[in-house]
């Protein structure tokens, strides 16, 4: 392997690991927004729901907790939680590679 595809692929690695990152910050600020009860009205909060609510469509109403923060926490913690493993394992698979 050259010295240029490598780097071109460690770059790209290090590109997918910091868009897992910010994906799965995006879903936890919303969680964290959700559980101190921040203001529906405010223009950011909005932005990181809807953010949110769209990282996490495949998961934020998969469980069914009686508990409205229970499901929160679960089904969106799931999505930043998948996108943090998968990004980073596909982020250490290419530098290995």
């Known amino acids: 392997m050259s010295l ?3 780097k071109g692929t460690n ?3 290090v ?3 910091i868009v897992a990152d910010v994906m799965a ?3 936890g600020l919303w969680i ?3 559980l101190l009860d921040a203001n529906r009205a405010n223009d950011l909060v909005v932005f990181v729901q809807d953010v949110a609510r769209w990282l996490a469509g495949w998961s934020y109403d ?3 907790f009686d508990e409205a923060w229970a499901r929160v926490v679960a089904g969106y913690g799931l999505a930043a939680v998948v996108y943090l493993f998968v990004g980073h ?3 250490g698979r290419m530098r290995r590679h």
């Open 4 to 6: 240029s595809h490598s």
């Open 11 to 13: 770059q790209a690695a």
């Open 15 to 17: 590109v997918i690991a």
């Open 25 to 27: 910050f995006i879903i």
């Open 32 to 34: 964290l927004m959700y």
């Open 62 to 64: 998969l469980f069914t």
């Open 89 to 91: 394992a596909v982020a």
